[in-house]
């Protein structure tokens, strides 16, 4: 098993910035590739980004490339997901996952998720 809890969310302006963390707890991290994820209401939850076990690699949403940034500390069990020029339609609930490899197909067959942290994008 392996435990997420994010952190990190807040209510800030359009334009502004916020880095959550995950913190994972259990199994090895650097075992798993880890992703955030993020569901607004009435909406299905969509991908963001993953970053590779060792960090070499990192994928994004095409709407949040060049505003986030994800990355992760092997050594701290933790990954973060920094984000600048905020937009209101950011505006969700975030999730940390973890997998031992690349998802294909559902999100829903993805491992172990956190509990979320919310973001709000004022405009």
């Known amino acids: 098993q392996v435990q997420l809890v994010e952190s990190g969310g807040g209510l800030v302006q359009a334009g502004g910035s916020l880095r959550l963390s995950c913190a994972a707890s259990?199994?090895?991290?650097?075992?798993?590739?880890m992703y955030w994820f993020r569901q607004a209401p009435g909406k299905e939850r969509e991908f963001v980004a993953a970053?590779?076990?060792?960090?070499?690699?990192?994928y994004y949403l095409n709407s949040v490339q060049g505003r986030f940034t994800i990355s992760r500390d092997n050594a701290k069990n933790t990954v973060y997901l920094q984000m600048n020029s905020l937009k209101p339609e950011d505006t969700a609930g975030y999730y940390c996952?973890?997998?031992?490899?690349?998802?294909?197909?559902?999100?829903?067959?993805?491992?172990?998720w956190g509990q979320g942290t919310q973001v709000t994008v004022s405009s």
């Open positions: 970053i590779s076990r060792t960090g070499g690699s990192t």
């Open positions: 996952a973890a997998s031992p490899t690349y998802y294909s197909g559902s999100y829903r067959s993805i491992d172990y």
């Open positions: 259990g199994r090895t991290f650097s075992n798993y590739v």
